[in-house]
């Protein structure tokens, strides 16, 4: 008969599930040194993790912003109205005369959206929260959407059939043959 080792293996990954996200997206930052994900049902795990994953890769990623400068607005002005004699030119004469258009790729530069830094992420009268700084529109509607996906998802189960269900004052996103086993398990009609 041999003896079980009673050594730990430490793990390659961490156990808990923050710190994964944390290490897993390092583009995200957090408010402070202790993860900021508290209270939440692992049914919504993979939707907040989805909106983690879309705000790291839209922050790391630079975009080419304009700088709206007025030679900018110039220049599109300019080229609009060529094209539209162009096309009567071109019509009339059969020729195009592009070389005329003027180039704004010098006023197109690479600029990083602005970092997001997530204060806290929970769930609080079976609604998702979370409390941010930073970002833009797009950041914004990419937390809107998670918050509207979690409305819809079971925090239990994960399956998007989730309603909102109160159970002895108590409010969850709950599928409905959930909120029945615990309704029958509690004794509550």
């Known amino acids: 008969m041999t003896k079980k080792s009673n050594k730990t293996v430490l793990p390659t990954e961490p156990e808990d599930w923050c710190e994964r996200m944390v290490q897993k997206y390092p583009h995200v930052l957090w408010e402070s040194d202790a993860v900021a994900i508290s209270g939440l049902p692992s049914g919504w795990e993979n939707t907040v993790e989805d909106l983690l994953r879309c705000i790291n890769e839209y922050t790391s990623n630079p975009r080419w912003v304009c700088d709206n400068s007025y030679a900018f607005k ?29 180039s704004t790729d010098s006023h197109y530069s690479e600029k990083y959206p602005r970092a997001v830094t997530i204060g806290q992420i929970k769930e609080k009268f079976a609604s998702l929260r979370v409390y941010y700084d930073g970002g833009d529109e797009r950041v914004k509607g990419m937390i809107a959407m998670a918050e509207n ?7 239990s189960t994960g399956n998007r059939t989730g309603v909102y269900t109160n159970i002895s004052g108590w409010v969850s996103i709950l599928d409905p043959k959930v909120a029945n086993k615990i309704k029958k398990e509690r004794g509550i009609k």
């Open 149 to 155: 996906i979690c409305d819809i998802t079971c925090q």
């Open 74 to 102: 110039f220049k599109i002005a300019y080229n609009s109205m060529l094209r539209k004699l162009f096309k009567k030119i071109k019509r009339r004469f059969g020729f195009h005369p592009s070389s005329l258009i003027c």
